[in-house]
Nanobody, 118 residues
Framework: QVQLVESGGGLVQAGGSLRLSCAVS????????MGWYRQAPGKQRELVAT???????NYADSVKVRFTISRDNAKNTVYLQMNSLKPEDTAVYYC????????????WGQGTQVTVSS
């Protein structure tokens, strides 16, 4: 079984920073794209950032410059460094990864809450 476990969420004041981590474990042949999504109350889940196994990145316009996605392929871990946080960044953040395992496909973490106070 493949598991994605997120950590690093919490409460922070506007203008502050947080770093999210997501570790993939289980029987893994390889991992392709990894990414972060978020879902605020009453809103649909939206893309935050993605990164390929080669390191190419893509960001939502709302987080460009402020957020940085990175990965450590040796540790099967993806990170999201979030700076200059705003109250509108408040959401549950989910990591995802396309994992090549016995049943290849997109796998998701359980989510971690990020709350930014004004």
């Amino acid at each position: 079984q493949v598991q994605l476990v997120e950590s690093g969420g919490g409460l922070v004041q506007a203008g502050g920073s947080l770093r999210l981590s997501c570790a993939v474990s289980g029987i893994i042949f390889s991992i392709n794209d990894m990414g972060w999504y978020r879902q605020a109350p009453g809103k649909q889940r939206e893309l935050v950032a993605t990164i390929t196994n080669g390191g190419a990145t893509n960001y939502a316009d709302s987080v460009k410059v402020r957020f940085t996605i990175s990965r450590d392929n040796a540790k099967n871990t993806v990170y999201l460094q979030m700076n200059s946080l705003k109250p509108e960044d408040t959401a549950v953040y989910y990591c995802t990864a396309y994992v090549r395992t016995w049943r290849a496909g997109d796998y998701w973490g359980q989510g971690t809450q990020v709350t930014v106070s004004s």
